[in-house]
T-cell receptor, first 117, second 114 residues
């Protein structure tokens, strides 16, 4: 069974500082990995995804993530955080199924990011 | 950019009543999903739907739940005889293909059972 661990429940950073949110996954085959962001009262917005190829993926809003198979990790990074980045961030893993099969996402418990001015 | 839309945004229902949550997926998407998020907890998979049938369902998706795509645009989640523990945010998602495309989420329906 697939699983995702986000070890940091809550992180506080100063505006302009760098950010790294940790994500570890467990899946028997090559995973599809995602980062979503959820602002209060809002839905889940896709930040970036990893399917294959280059292990460093770029996303929206200046975020990037690096897939490290040896560490089963997919950490999210941003070089300079803005106050508007304050939100909850979810890492998710999807199974690699056949193209005719829907694939559920398994989410981590999320990391709440607080940005101080 | 196309969006997944969900209605209503907030539904308050008495325990034991039936509720239908509605979703309009992105128009050319083929795969549809429901997830739920109990307050303060992680997002949990409920069910996936493709080619007019359920592809997979979680242990949460028991006999009180059902899904339907009644026409070419809507995708609904019905909860029969609601319980207090059904109170949660319910998210609909859609994807163009299964695993190889990301799922796009709606803003959710907050369901409150009294």
């Amino acid at each position: 069974a697939q699983s995702v661990t986000q070890p940091d429940i809550h992180i506080t950073v100063s505006e302009g500082a760098s950010l790294e949110l940790r994500c570890n996954y467990s899946y028997g085959a090559t995973p599809y990995l995602f980062w979503y962001v959820q602002s209060p009262g809002q839905g889940l917005q896709l930040l970036l995804k990893y399917f294959s190829g280059d292990t460093l993926v770029q996303g929206i809003k200046g975020f990037e993530a690096e897939f490290k198979r040896s560490q089963s990790s997919f950490n999210l990074r941003k070089p300079s955080v803005h106050w508007s980045d304050a939100a909850e961030y979810f890492c998710a893993v999807g199974a690699m199924e056949g193209t005719g099969t829907a694939s559920k996402l398994t989410f981590g418990t999320g990391t709440r990011l607080q940005v101080t001015l | 950019e196309p969006e997944v839309t969900q209605t209503p945004s907030h539904q308050v229902t008495q325990m034991g009543q039936e509720v239908i949550l509605r979703c309009v997926p992105i128009s050319n998407h083929l795969y549809f999903y429901w997830y739920r998020q109990i307050l303060g907890q992680k997002v949990e998979f409920l069910v996936s739907f493709y080619n007019n049938e359920i592809s997979e369902k979680s242990e949460i998706f028991d006999d009180q739940f059902s899904v339907e795509r009644p026409d070419g645009s809507n995708f609904t989640l019905k909860i029969r005889s609601t319980k207090l523990e059904d109170s949660a945010m319910y998210f609909c998602a859609s994807a163009y293909r299964g695993a190889v495309q990301p799922q796009h989420f709606g803003d959710g329906t907050r369901l409150s059972i009294l």
